[in-house]
């Protein structure tokens, strides 16, 4: 595996009927969207996970974690933890959940040329 900072990521944005993919290069710094994933209540086509991994043979896999404001879990919250969960248990690949809070709306502040 490559080293922090080296590292090709494959991240995960959690949802029930989709699950948003994109990957990573932390050395260049740069990320790009890949198409969604369907998923069924929140499951997805494991065929289609393991088709990416083997494309991208990421060294990291990262789940967004949508906790609430104050920080203490949600429904989602958890659901997103078990889909974490089931990515390294079914690929052995080390997965980190990232704490999401704010990052709809630093998009946005980014989109429209804010910092």
């Known amino acids: 595996m490559a080293e922090a900072g080296q590292r090709l990521i494959l991240a995960f944005d959690y949802g029930t009927r989709r699950i948003g993919v994109a990957v990573g290069n932390e050395l260049l710094r740069s990320a790009r969207e890949l198409t969604p994933l369907p998923a069924r209540d929140g499951i997805p086509d494991w065929n289609v996970v393991s088709r990416l991994l083997s494309e991208w043979q990421p060294d990291l896999l990262v789940v967004g974690l949508p906790l609430n404001m104050d920080g203490s879990e949600s429904e989602m919250s958890t659901r997103a933890r078990k889909f974490g969960n089931r990515l390294h248990g079914r690929f052995g690949k080390p997965c980190e959940m990232v ?8 998009a946005a502040d980014r989109s429209r040329g804010g910092p």
């Open 99 to 106: 704490d999401e809070r704010g990052t709809t709306r630093e």
